[in-house]
Antibody, heavy 118, light 108 residues
Framework: EVQLLESGGDFVQPGGSLRLSCTASGFTFSSHAMNWVRQAPGKGLEWVSVVGTSSDTYYGDSVEGRFTISRDNSKNTVYLQMNSLRAEDTATYYC????????????WGQGTLVTVSS | EIVMTQSPAILSVSLGERATLSCRAS??????LAWYQKKPDQAPRLLIYAASTRATGISSRFSGSGSGTEFTLTISSLQSEDFAVYYCQQYNKWPPWTFGQGTKVEIK
């Protein structure tokens, strides 16, 4: 069974940093691109970042230059390093798995809550 | 960036009735369209991909249609477990992958 387990969410002050982790099981991790998607309170879903199978990375405009995504295939884990956090980064962050090729996100984790506030 | 627009924002439906949700893309995305169901405190769940293909384990009550810029998700006979927020997502041109703002299906 595919499982994605996020951790690392916390309460942090504006300007602070946080690192999220997502540990995967039940599939060949190294063969799948992994994404982070977030949902702010009362808002919709927003794609944040992707790391491909070759560790190529892309970011949404709202986090470019502040967030860094990476993966460790030996640990079946994807990370999201979040720096210079802002109040508008407050959200539940979901780790998602993407089927290779032109397909959507087929599995999502339960999410981890990040709260940025003074 | 491809903008996805869903309508209506809120849909009030009685149990057993049909629900029809719409999603429009700002440019053609062929059939590269997915629908997700989101319930409070739960992970989003993939319902439909390629505009009309049900994901594994999804009830036949859910059906999708459309191509190009206009898409529809139909829930044929609403059950209590279907009340949720539904999002469409395009995966034709990325990054970024973009979502609609969601349609909340509530009990009438």
């Amino acid at each position: 069974e595919v499982q994605l387990l996020e951790s690392g969410g916390d309460f942090v002050q504006p300007g602070g940093s946080l690192r999220l982790s997502c540990t995967a099981s039940g599939f060949t991790f190294s063969s799948h691109a992994m994404n982070w998607v977030r949902q702010a309170p009362g808002k919709g879903l927003e794609w944040v970042s992707v790391v491909g199978t070759s560790s190529d990375t892309y970011y949404g405009d709202s986090v470019e230059g502040r967030f860094t995504i990476s993966r460790d295939n030996s640990k079946n884990t994807v990370y999201l390093q979040m720096n210079s956090l802002r109040a508008e980064d407050t959200a539940t962050y979901y780790c998602t798995k993407k089927v290779p090729g032109k397909f959507p996100f087929d599995r999502w984790g339960q999410g981890t809550l990040v709260t940025v506030s003074s | 960036e491809i903008v996805m627009t869903q309508s209506p924002a809120i849909l009030s439906v009685s149990l057993g009735e049909r629900a029809t949700l719409s999603c429009r893309a700002s440019q053609s995305i062929n059939s590269d369209l997915a629908w997700y169901q989101k319930k409070p405190d739960q992970a989003p769940r993939l319902l439909i991909y390629a505009a009309s293909t049900r994901a594994t384990g999804i009830s036949s009550r859910f059906s999708g249609s459309g191509s190009g810029t206009e898409f529809t998700l139909t829930i044929s006979s609403l059950q209590s477990e279907d009340f949720a927020v539904y999002y469409c997502q395009q995966y034709n041109k990325w990054p970024p992958w973009t979502f609609g703002q969601g349609t909340k299906v509530e009990i009438k």
